[in-house]
């Protein structure tokens, strides 16, 4: 399952971050889980307190789903964490009970790795070399990249200890230490500077963790070091000769909006006065903070609007997978912060942040809950360093945990599945090897099988468990069934989605595309106004603008749609329904020039009518 959720796409019409990756992600987190079951003597029956509180949390995301105003979205996005919980599930029973289980880890991911460098490379030289294409569509340093170069930071760590890793074949090892340069060379090449922060800062902190055993035994750790700083010491010099140059993380903000500067923090005295009277997002002083505008670009006003999200409903959130909906209505509410990339009504789908992101759809005690969770983790990392456990595979996996948690606080990275699987298998495996290892390697044990006097004679203790494991087979296989349905329509409504788009407009071919995307997902917003911008284009205004005010229902608060409907309304005539839509789209969006320019030319329309009534009144004149 591996090389399949990293390199493959099964939407080629929709965004790469996620889309197509999440059918193979519901199928490896459940078969890994089942297989990982199938594998053990008996079923887990006894939870860690740890185990507890992940089944809050996803107890918590399950029942936000409830008020969520796209429920397919937050199936989507709750069978996305649940299979991710399933994958560390299966990476904590398979390191811990199984040598061929970490075996087939090993291989797996370097097969990946390989899969990945040849179809990236290839892709390179084939098509974004050429002089017929825009490098910069795929290619970007904020991640916005054909393979995610989010995953990288947490993978990479993991391909290392692939590359170091003595009891694997020799070829295997040469195999997996070549790829690890093709990935460091990409990280620099297409990855954020959140993903690179955090490979940075993982290392160091397991370079501290490990600094009194290293001092200890620097010749059995001479062999591990080489390898990982030559691997990514010729990484970097392969990005260096590559003709693809590295431009700055506000490139994508300049390029859309055609500014040179960010409206926030104000500039002036006057304008600082100006805003000051205006309403202000909680944390208001922090995010005016000129060194933060500086760093962190285009996030500060997402994270403000975030921050307000969450003021609005603390406890329970806005429902999971609610944040694109709900967005919208923020983006632009507070005059000093006003996301600059929502001026065109295409917001942000995440606020690319973990904690955020968690807090505004599922609340602040899941949040919490999560935290407590990688708390515990960080825990037992510490104290296995300081017991001196910590061995070559604890550190490695730490690396991969620590760069996704650093970069998932500036960037989408667990918004994107493939990161969010791979960091579920980092964490799974330093939760086994933390406790595990000892001092000279990280060699697994077994647990001693506990039997009871039952079992021994009679044999009815081993006829229950079997009866047991068979029970949470079957739940298994009924939950996944159960998240892969909304997930399945969730695909074929995007598929639907992106054929529509790709027929040429007014067709019928988009019409019936537009339609049946419609059908399967109700509350698609994509398919709603692709059906209205067809009634438009097919003089059918009154139709375009019923269909505009049914997704208003479900979506009140979408610019692109009040623009629809206050151009339907223009060509039936309806000026109230204009100007009343007018004033929501500027409402949404304050610098839409266009919307404020048409009602001011409606205004004037009105006051000369207005006064030629006047005029013509006997009793006026």
């Given at each position: 399952?591996?090389?399949?959720?990293?390199?493959l796409?099964?939407?080629?019409?929709?965004?790469?971050?996620?889309?197509?990756?999440?059918a193979?992600?519901?199928a490896?987190?459940f078969a890994?889980?089942?297989?990982a079951?199938?594998?053990r003597p008996?079923?887990?029956?006894?939870l860690?307190p740890?185990g507890?509180?992940?089944?809050?949390f996803l107890a918590l995301?399950?029942?936000?789903?409830?008020?969520?105003?796209n429920?397919?979205?937050?199936?989507?996005?709750?069978?996305?964490?649940?299979?991710?919980?399933?994958?560390f599930?299966?990476?904590l029973?398979?390191?811990?009970?199984?040598?061929t289980?970490?075996?087939?880890?090993?291989?797996?991911?370097?097969?990946?790795a390989?899969a990945?460098?040849?179809?990236?490379?290839l892709?390179?030289?084939?098509?974004?070399l050429s002089?017929?294409?825009?490098p910069?569509?795929?290619?970007?340093?904020?991640?916005?990249?054909n393979f995610?170069?989010?995953?990288?930071?947490i993978?990479?760590?993991?391909?290392?200890y692939?590359?170091?890793?003595?009891?694997?074949?020799?070829t295997?090892?040469?195999?997996?230490?070549l790829?690890?340069?093709?990935?460091?060379?990409?990280?620099c090449?297409?990855?954020?500077?959140?993903?690179?922060?955090?490979l940075g800062a993982?290392?160091?902190?397991?370079?501290?963790?490990l600094?009194?055993?290293?001092?200890?035994?620097w010749r059995?750790?001479?062999?591990?070091i080489?390898?990982?700083?030559?691997?990514?010491?010729?990484g970097?010099?392969?990005?260096?000769?590559?003709?693809?140059?590295?431009?700055?993380?506000?490139?994508?903000?300049?390029?859309?909006?055609g500014?040179?500067?960010?409206?926030?923090?104000a500039?002036?005295?006057?304008?600082?006065d100006?805003?000051?009277?205006?309403p202000?997002?909680?944390?208001?002083?922090l995010?005016?903070q000129?060194?933060?505008?500086?760093r962190?670009?285009?996030?500060?006003?997402?994270?403000?609007?975030?921050?307000a999200?969450i003021?609005d409903?603390?406890?329970?959130?806005?429902?999971?997978?609610?944040f694109?909906s709900?967005?919208?209505?923020?983006?632009?509410?507070f005059?000093g912060?006003?996301d600059?990339?929502g001026s065109s009504?295409?917001?942000?789908?995440n606020?690319?942040?973990?904690?955020?992101?968690i807090?505004?759809?599922d609340g602040?005690p899941?949040?919490?809950?999560?935290?407590?969770?990688?708390?515990?983790?960080a825990?037992?990392?510490?104290?296995?360093?300081?017991?001196?456990?910590?061995g070559a595979?604890?550190a490695f996996?730490?690396w991969?945990?620590?760069a996704?948690?650093?970069?998932?606080?500036?960037?989408?990275?667990?918004?994107n599945?493939?990161s969010l699987?791979v960091m579920a298998?980092?964490?799974?495996l330093?939760?086994?090897q933390?406790?595990?290892?000892?001092?000279?390697?990280?060699t697994?044990y077994?647990?001693?099988?506990?039997?009871?006097?039952t079992?021994?004679?009679t044999?009815?203790?081993?006829t229950?468990?079997?009866?047991l494991?068979?029970g949470?087979r079957?739940?298994?296989l009924?939950?996944?069934l159960?998240?892969?349905?909304?997930?399945?329509?969730?695909?074929?409504?995007?598929?639907?989605l992106?054929?529509?788009?790709?027929?040429?407009?007014?067709?019928?071919r988009?019409?019936?595309?537009?339609?049946?995307?419609?059908?399967?997902?109700p509350?698609?917003?994509?398919?709603a106004?692709?059906l209205?911008?067809h009634?438009m284009?097919?003089?059918?205004?009154?139709?375009?603008?019923?269909?505009?005010e049914?997704?208003?229902r479900y979506?009140?608060h979408?610019a692109?749609a009040y623009r629809?409907l206050?151009l339907?309304?223009?060509?039936?005539?309806?000026?109230?329904?204009?100007?009343?839509?007018?004033k929501?789209?500027?409402?949404l969006s304050?610098g839409?020039?266009q919307?404020?320019?048409?009602?001011?030319?409606?205004d004037?329309v009105?006051?000369?009518?207005?006064?030629r009534?006047?005029?013509e009144?006997?009793v006026?004149r």
């Amino acid at each position: 399952m591996f090389p399949l959720v990293i390199n493959l796409r099964v939407l080629s019409s929709a965004a790469p971050n996620e889309d197509g990756k999440l059918a193979i992600l519901f199928a490896a987190g459940f078969a890994m889980a089942l297989a990982a079951l199938a594998c053990r003597p008996k079923p887990l029956v006894q939870l860690h307190p740890a185990g507890w509180l992940l089944l809050l949390f996803l107890a918590l995301v399950a029942s936000a789903v409830l008020w969520t105003p796209n429920p397919v979205d937050g199936c989507v996005r709750l069978a996305i964490w649940i299979s991710a919980s399933l994958c560390f599930l299966a990476a904590l029973v398979g390191s811990r009970d199984s040598g061929t289980w970490m075996e087939w880890f090993h291989r797996s991911s370097v097969a990946s790795a390989l899969a990945f460098s040849c179809l990236f490379w290839l892709d390179y030289v084939r098509y974004f070399l050429s002089a017929s294409r825009d490098p910069w569509v795929l290619f970007s340093p904020i991640g916005h990249v054909n393979f995610t170069g989010d995953v990288l930071a947490i993978w990479l760590p993991l391909l290392l200890y692939s590359a170091g890793e003595r009891s694997l074949p020799r070829t295997l090892r040469l195999t997996a230490w070549l790829c690890a340069i093709s990935l460091g060379a990409v990280l620099c090449l297409a990855a954020s500077r959140s993903a690179l922060g955090g490979l940075g800062a993982g290392a160091l902190l397991v370079c501290l963790l490990l600094a009194r055993r290293i001092a200890k035994t620097w010749r059995s750790a001479a062999a591990p070091i080489a390898t990982v700083l030559t691997a990514l010491l010729l990484g970097l010099l392969l990005y260096l000769l590559l003709p693809m140059p590295f431009r700055p993380i506000h490139r994508l903000a300049d390029t859309l909006e055609g500014r040179s500067a960010p409206s926030w923090p104000a500039q002036d005295a006057a304008a600082a006065d100006a805003v000051s009277r205006e309403p202000s997002p909680p944390l208001a002083g922090l995010w005016s903070q000129p060194w933060l505008a500086t760093r962190l670009g285009p996030r500060v006003p997402i994270y403000a609007a975030s921050c307000a999200m969450i003021a609005d409903a603390p406890l329970a959130g806005h429902g999971t997978g609610s944040f694109r909906s709900v967005y919208p209505a923020y983006a632009q509410r507070f005059p000093g912060f006003r996301d600059p990339l929502g001026s065109s009504g295409s917001y942000a789908t995440n606020p690319h942040n973990l904690v955020l992101q968690i807090a505004t759809e599922d609340g602040l005690p899941a949040t919490l809950l999560f935290l407590l969770l990688y708390a515990w983790i960080a825990l037992r990392t510490v104290r296995g360093a300081l017991a001196g456990r910590l061995g070559a595979a604890a550190a490695f996996t730490a690396w991969g945990v620590a760069a996704g948690l650093f970069g998932s606080l500036f960037s989408h990275t667990f918004f994107n599945p493939a990161s969010l699987f791979v960091m579920a298998i980092a964490s799974g495996l330093l939760w086994v090897q933390c406790r595990t290892t000892r001092t000279r390697g990280a060699t697994p044990y077994k647990r001693p099988a506990r039997q009871s006097q039952t079992s021994r004679t009679t044999g009815a203790r081993g006829t229950t468990t079997l009866r047991l494991g068979m029970g949470i087979r079957l739940g298994g296989l009924t939950l996944a069934l159960a998240l892969a349905l909304p997930a399945l329509v969730w695909l074929v409504s995007q598929h639907e989605l992106g054929v529509a788009r790709a027929a040429a407009p007014g067709s019928a071919r988009s019409r019936d595309h537009f339609a049946r995307a419609l059908a399967w997902n109700p509350r698609c917003d994509r398919a709603a106004l692709g059906l209205a911008r067809h009634a438009m284009l097919t003089h059918q205004a009154a139709q375009a603008a019923q269909r505009v005010e049914e997704l208003l229902r479900y979506h009140p608060h979408s610019a692109v749609a009040y623009r629809t409907l206050a151009l339907a309304s223009m060509q039936l005539g309806d000026r109230d329904r204009t100007r009343g839509a007018l004033k929501e789209l500027l409402r949404l969006s304050p610098g839409d020039r266009q919307a404020r320019n048409l009602l001011e030319r409606l205004d004037a329309v009105e006051l000369n009518r207005a006064n030629r009534v006047s005029s013509e009144d006997p009793v006026t004149r």
